[in-house]
């Protein structure tokens, strides 16, 4: 039932140009408080929901967003397309050729990487957003890349060497969860690829730059999933509901009556300090690498306060 709310929250989003939680709660028989949490969840799937403060304000879906093959089922999409070839049966309309003809490309690239572009944002499949400040950050970015302003990052790289850079930010991807900067740096006098969540502070300058007219850049998406680990973790019941923010409710499984959370996530110190802020209410089942890395990060913490 709250999967079914949530698409019909998503497709009322994509319908209206913003729409208030008021309206949403009265819409459909919930609180104003689960209204935010559904929208949460929806930016936690990858949809790029627009929060406007004020009178006239609320939830908005940029007009360029479009759903991605991925979205639905291949049930749904045969479903989809068997309704349009009866309407084709009765009608001679061009845009139902058209129709058919797109969804036939959605058919033949379901079980492949979608990657989406709305203005400056580019989202590769459907991933998942960390916290309140990974998205203050983003909002920044996403600000400064559509007004072509320059950003001061203070940027910590894989190797924990700190830096400070002055980048052109051009677009922003989400890549199954991800998110990264791509812009040009003044340092390196190139453009390259920063990890969104290694920007420790980001600084909005007044300084302009004129925005060279390049293509959609050809990322390594194999390269930059190859990175990621299939993770198991146990839960315990105290700290589902914090389990659920961080790792998404449907990548939480039942069995035997314990809770379980998996997916793909890079095996990184980011990681491991994701899993070390449960403390004891989380168990490690698999990779071995990640949960020999926890035992020897716990150890070091024991041996502090001995």
Known sequence: MKYELL???????????TVTA???????????RTVYRYMENLELAGIPVVRTNGRNGG???????????SFFTEKELLSVKNALLALQKEFTLPELDTALTKLCAMEKRHTRPTVIRSGNVIIDSIGKSDSEGLRHKTALLTSAANENKKVVLDYHNVKGDF?????HPYFLLLI??????????EMRKEFRLFRVGRIASITLTEEAFKREDIPLPEFDFDALHAEKTDFLIKIAPAAVAA???????E????????IYFSGFLPDDDMLLATVLQFGANAEVIRPASLRERVQTAALSVMMRYQ
């Open 176 to 185: 199954s969860g991800i998110w990264y900067l791509y812009g040009y740096c």
């Open 243 to 249: 389990a659920e923010d961080v790792f998404g409710v």
């Open 7 to 17: 698409v019909q929250i998503l497709f009322t989003l994509l319908a209206k140009s």
């Open 22 to 32: 008021k309206y949403l709660s009265e819409k459909y028989e919930i609180s104003p």
């Open 163 to 167: 830096s400070k850079r002055i980048v």
């Open 59 to 69: 939830f908005s879906i940029p007009d360029s967003y479009r759903l991605p093959a």
């Open 251 to 258: 990548n939480m499984k039942e069995r035997d009556g314990e």
